[in-house]
Structure formats: C-alpha cells, structure tokens
C-alpha cells in the first residue's frame, strides 16, 4: 500500500511582513564600488574632496579665472573611474549648465561600458566660440552607473 499527501498553497493571502538584516555602509569616492580618485598627473590637482569624501572638480586656481575666449581647451587626465563592483557597468555622463553643449566629454556622454576592475580616464574638450566673458558653461555633471545587461 502507497500513501501519497499532496499539499497545495492557496496563495490567498493579504500581507506578508518580515524583518531581515542589511548592513550598508557608505564609502567615500575613493573606496566606493564605482571609485573616482583624482589621476597622479598634473590635472588631477583639478579634483577636489569634500568633507563627505565626495569628489567634484575646481578650477579656481586658474590664473585667469577661467578658460579664453574662442578657443578650444582641452583638459586630459582629471580623474580615474574603476568598477570595483562584482558586474559590468555602463558608466554615462550628464551635464547641467547655461552652456552644456560648450563641453564634450567624449564616449561617457554616450554611455561606457566598464568591466569589473577596469577604469575609465576621465577628460574633456571645451569649445567657447560664441561665448563672453563670464559666461557660465557647466554648474554639474552627473555620472550614472546602471548594471550592464
């Protein structure tokens, strides 16, 4: 003789609530999953830390207190962007400004794909033909990181 039991889960329910644990830390930039540190070259003097550990960037100490007028500056080697995580990432970039489309910075406005471990040297062209003196081109940039499919 053979008994079988069967049960079946209805699956009406209303609510279900349960408490689990997470521990998550924040990391400064340097030491985050996405970490930014200013490059060992010269223009890495450009990038500055909060008192948060955030980095953002301070040209200040320009001379003249800004780039010349209808000309084309180029700014290379400000600061490296390593995926420290555990997936690929695509890294891409906003701006945000009275004169975003003055400033190119390259493929991350298009989106980057960074493997696990790699880095990404961040750099950028300003072109200020048809601005004055004064003028405001970036107030921010956004960098965005989304899991790569």
Request: charged share 20%; net charge negative; with cysteine.
């Amino acid at each position: 003789m053979c008994a079988l039991a069967v049960l079946v889960a209805s699956g009406a329910f209303t609510s279900v609530s349960a408490e689990r644990s997470a521990e998550i830390d924040i990391a400064g930039d340097a030491s985050a999953l996405l970490s930014m540190v200013p490059h060992e070259g010269p223009n890495g003097a450009y990038v500055k830390e909060d008192e948060h550990g955030a980095l953002y960037l301070d040209f200040s100490e320009f001379a003249a207190g800004g780039v010349n007028i209808d000309a084309v500056t180029v700014i290379r080697d400000i600061c490296v962007i390593t995926n420290n995580g555990t997936r690929a990432v695509m890294l891409r970039l906003e701006k945000e400004g009275d004169n975003p489309d003055a400033v190119d910075f390259g493929d991350v406005e298009e989106g980057v794909l960074l493997h696990v471990g790699e880095s990404y040297v961040f750099s950028f062209t300003i072109y200020s033909a048809g601005l004055s003196r004064g003028d405001n081109i970036l107030r921010k940039v956004h960098l965005i990181a989304n899991a790569a499919l």
